[in-house]
T-cell receptor, first 115, second 111 residues
């Protein structure tokens, strides 16, 4: 069973379109994240969400919005796609609590190409 | 905020030992992670240090000095499959505990 799964794995679309990437985790974790990895391989946090709060990286454009229907899902919706949005987007989850390290478990990544 | 610095690229020979350094600055320390990422794949967890000293796990060891803001990942008996990017990450302070990553060190192991 896949622990953190995200779909689609590849997404090619035109500038100006709206797209979504879905993420699900079956680990029972309480926190989920979206990271963006650019062409230089820099992994940058976009959002962190648990059932209590959403933390947004202030540098993320408001065209990006996370949506969490329940604890096991954190989807990423992107409006009005731009060329610079081309990247690999990683979903991750973790469990924070006593006796845990809070390590991240990553999905396989979704490669977005904006033409 | 946090500042994490690690070398961009390193090369080493199969069977050798390599040390990948990471220096960090953070307002509150909640531990330090090392992740491995092979090309085209997701990062995977390698180690977590919260106390000073060396943590050994098979061929990989990780060291932490909180007073110096310094960590290193030590890889012994290098194998070709160890060619990957190694990412140092530090959780943010203030309760959010969000891991912030360095730019990663690309390790190339050659025969």
């Amino acid at each position: 069973d896949t622990a953190v799964s995200q779909t689609p794995k590849y997404l090619v679309t035109q500038m100006g379109n709206d797209k979504s990437i879905k993420c699900e985790q079956n680990l029972g974790h309480d926190t989920m994240y979206w990271y963006k990895q650019d062409s230089k391989k820099f992994l940058k946090i976009m959002f962190s969400y648990n059932n209590k709060e959403l933390i947004i990286n202030e540098t993320v454009p408001n065209r990006f919005s996370p949506k969490s229907p329940d604890k096991a899902h954190l989807n990423l919706h992107i409006n009005s796609l731009e060329l610079g949005d081309s990247a690999v987007y990683f979903c991750a989850s973790s469990h924070r609590g006593q006796g845990t390290t809070g390590e991240l478990f990553f999905g396989e990544g979704s490669r977005l190409t904006v033409l | 905020g946090q500042n994490i610095d690690q070398p961009t690229e390193m090369t080493a020979t199969e069977g050798a030992i390599v040390q990948i350094n990471c220096t960090y600055q953070t307002s509150g320390f909640n531990g330090l992670f090392w992740y491995q990422q092979h090309a085209g794949e997701a990062p995977t967890f390698l180690s977590y240090n919260v106390l000073d000293g060396l943590e050994e796990k098979g061929r990989f060891s990780s060291f932490l000095s909180r007073s110096k803001g310094y960590s290193y990942l030590l890889l012994k008996e290098l194998q070709m499959k160890d060619s990957a990017s190694y990412l140092c990450a530090v959780p943010s302070s203030g309760g959010s505990y969000i891991p912030t990553f360095g730019r990663g060190t690309s390790l190339i192991v050659h025969p």
